[in-house]
């Protein structure tokens, strides 16, 4: 009889140790199912932070290069322009040094 009792506790402490295993194997798909969940949703967060941020910059991108195009212009107009001074100046000169040569009166009519 004492036999019979050792071997149902057996039995039993058999059956806690097997239902323990179940459930350490229940917790582990748990785990492993909410693991890969969350790395997923993480992928699709990035994903969507990463195209926001693609988004961001090809906006930047356009305003620093419409900005660019902008001073570019402005700056060859002015360009331009001082180069047209300088020439109108270098002709004024000219005409200047060659009115300082002129001896005859007559000549100033030309």
């Known amino acids: 009889e004492a036999l019979q009792r050792i071997i149902s ?5 058999n059956d ?3 239902n323990f ?9 748990g785990v492993q199912e909410n693991s890969s969940n969350v790395l997923s949703e993480l992928d699709e967060e990035f ?3 990463y195209s926001i941020l693609d988004e ?6 356009n305003s620093i290069k419409q900005e660019q195009a902008r001073k570019s212009q402005e700056l060859q107009s002015q360009l ?9 100046s270098e002709e004024l000169l000219e005409f200047a040094t060659r009115s ?3 001896k ?3 000549e100033f009519s030309k």
């Open 16 to 18: 806690e140790i097997q």
């Open 47 to 49: 994903d969507s932070l």
């Open 9 to 13: 506790t057996l039995a039993n402490k």
């Open 56 to 61: 961001v910059k090809e906006s930047m991108i």
């Open 21 to 29: 295993i179940d459930t350490l194997n229940q917790t582990l798909k």
């Open 80 to 88: 331009s322009q001082c180069n047209n001074a300088l020439e109108n």
């Open 104 to 106: 005859e009166p007559e």
């Open 100 to 102: 300082l040569d002129i």
